[in-house]
T-cell receptor
């Protein structure tokens, strides 16, 4: 099946710094990538939908200036958490959609655990 | 989005079959039923999906009620590696822009050795 990777797998940073998370589709082209956030013992919450070559669409309550998304190619999307604070500590997961297949599934990355001190 | 209801948790003995229920009484005629699972500290993975007919793949079977208001994910022989949170998700037809997945709380499956 299709493989999605994320880098880094975990990151610890100081409050006020920015962190970039990469999401790559390794063996397919992803027209659309999604970014989710998951707090401990909670379900995944969609943050934004990222389409190659266009601006991301953010869910209500997600600050677009704080969570910068770039989808520059069909295999790479990045999420940058700017001026991170301890409340941004979470498990960030991306997924990619394989276009052109009826009722296509989404393929998820392994997640990035962010801890802001 | 139409809502799904799943039990918070279930237990199964290893090597026994597991039936994970999902209620979706407000499902529309064009909604597909998707199942994903999330192992601890990992991203979710696709399990199976269907529309009206029962479906089988190498991971599981999906039994869909005739009125489509409920479905059951069947793991034929649970292993310790099947311990995960299982999510039942409804999705509209492709082409309608309904590519997003809305995750509920899912069912946490514990497998007892």
């Amino acid at each position: 099946g299709a493989v999605v990777s994320q880098h880094p797998s975990r990151v610890i940073c100081k409050s006020g710094t920015s962190v970039k998370i990469e999401c790559r589709s390794l063996d397919f082209q992803a027209t659309t990538m999604f970014w989710y956030r998951q707090f401990p013992k909670q379900s995944l919450m969609l943050m934004a939908t990222s389409n190659e070559g266009s601006k991301a669409t953010y869910e209500q309550g997600v600050e677009k200036d704080k969570f910068l998304i770039n989808h520059a190619s069909l295999t790479l999307s990045t999420l940058t958490v700017t001026s991170a604070h301890p409340e941004d500590s979470s498990f960030y997961i991306c997924s990619a959609r394989v276009s052109g297949i009826p009722q296509e599934t989404q393929y998820f990355g392994p997640g990035t655990r962010l801890l802001v001190l | 989005d139409a809502k799904t209801t799943q039990p918070n948790s279930m237990e199964s003995n290893e090597e026994e079959p597991v039936h994970l229920p999902c209620n979706h009484s407000t499902i529309s005629g064009t909604d597909y039923i998707h199942w994903y699972r999330q192992l601890p500290s990992q991203g979710p993975e696709y399990v199976i999906h269907g529309l009206t007919s029962n479906v089988n793949n190498r991971m599981a079977s999906l039994a869909i009620a005739e009125d489509r208001k409920s479905s059951t994910l069947i793991l034929h022989r649970a292993t310790l590696r099947d311990a995960a949170v299982y999510y039942c998700i409804l999705r509209g037809p492709s082409g309608a822009g309904s590519y997003q997945l809305t995750f509920g709380k899912g069912t946490k499956l514990s497998v007892i050795p």
